[in-house]
């Protein structure tokens, strides 16, 4: 097979597989990671029914690109086929031990970011801005990475005080792998001017100054692999930054969301649940206090992570929104 393209969708095809190409994708980068694999052990890793998974390994075979070997494994053409239609090509993979434990191999990168974001501008409170610390910005990159959101991916980043992007930047460097393209959207020119001056050549970043209030640019709207987002404290803002969010994913089933939100009580954790689904987000996994804050007050110096895949809705970026959004215009509001 000489022709690549569209590789993935063609496979998600033949076998009917729900999840899509996103589906097919993850498949593959499974099998070439792990492999040789037994189909019952990829079926639980993945979470899609052995029949699946045996459907598309049946497809992949009769293309020849994997082969039964104690498991099912990729051939040559295989992994050649992966790294044209993915632009996946490393096997690296992290065992993120507990929310604090990072693997000795990240330390000197945690090191290098620390003497990056030293340099950045103060947080602005008003903004609902608060750092998370070196460690959590690293642990956040090797996450997005084992969750298949950096390799050959299309990133798009609402708001980065945090400096994610620079972190996936260095990770990206540090293995060798490249994503396709990572841009930042901020209201704060201070952090569009420092990201874009700090970011390296290797890993590049592009940035946008734009206040999410407004729509996407059209250019941003279907764009995007994944979006990551640590919003602002409000239940407005989750909402708001997740549908801009979605308005930049491509329309595809299985695209991918990380959301950073505060612990919340038991009423709004309901909403929170009920505003990613509004949004035609299905969560995956949320783990608490993932992130951990310098001095953030407002958040107990913690939160939580939501990993979300998208229903693949036609959803557009929508309008104006000139509601309260921040927790100094919440707190206005009720007087």
């Not at 990168?109 to 990056?116: G, K, Q």
């Not at 930049?248 to 950073?260: H, I, N, P, R, T």
């Not at 969560?283 to 310098?294: A, M, Q, S």
Request: charged share 25%; proline share 5%; aromatic share 6%.
């Amino acid at each position: 097979m000489n022709d690549h393209k569209g590789l993935l969708a063609e496979l998600a095809e033949a076998t009917r597989l729900q999840e899509g190409a996103e589906g097919i994708r993850r498949v593959l980068r499974s099998i070439y990671r792990e492999g040789p694999v037994p189909i019952r052990d990829l079926a639980r890793d993945l979470g899609i029914p052995v029949p699946v998974v045996a459907a598309v390994r049946g497809e992949l075979e009769k293309r020849g690109l994997a082969v039964r070997d104690a498991g099912v494994a990729l051939t040559d053409e295989g992994i050649t086929a992966l790294q044209a239609a993915a632009g996946i090509a490393s096997c690296e993979s992290f065992t993120l031990n507990g929310v604090f434990d990072l693997p000795d191999a990240l330390w000197p990168l945690v090191d290098r970011f620390r003497a990056i974001a030293s340099e950045r501008p103060e947080a602005d409170v008003t903004l609902d801005q608060s750092h998370a610390t070196p460690e959590t910005a690293i642990r956040r990159a090797a996450y997005l990475f084992e969750h298949d959101a950096i390799e050959g991916r299309s990133i798009f980043f609402l708001g980065d005080d945090d400096l994610t992007s620079i972190a996936v930047g260095l990770l990206s460097e540090h293995l060798g792998v490249r994503p396709e393209r990572l841009v930042v959207c901020d209201v704060d020119d201070r952090l569009t001017r420092f990201i874009e001056q700090t970011a390296g050549d290797a890993v590049p970043v592009d940035v946008v100054n734009h206040n999410l209030r407004n729509p996407l640019d059209k250019n941003l709207v279907g764009a995007f692999d994944a979006f990551f987002t640590d919003p602002p404290y409000t239940m407005p803002g989750l909402d708001l930054f997740c549908k801009r969010g979605v308005a930049a994913l491509g329309q595809e089933v299985g695209k991918m969301g990380f959301v950073s939100f505060g612990h919340k009580g038991p009423q709004d954790t309901v909403g929170i649940g009920a505003t990613l689904s509004d949004r035609q987000l299905a969560v995956i996994e949320i783990i608490p206090d993932f992130n951990r804050y310098d001095g953030a007050q407002l958040l107990a110096g913690s939160s939580q992570l939501i990993r979300v895949v998208s229903a693949g809705s036609s959803a557009v970026s929508g309008d104006v929104y000139s509601g309260p959004l921040y927790t100094r215009d919440m707190r206005k509001q009720r007087g």
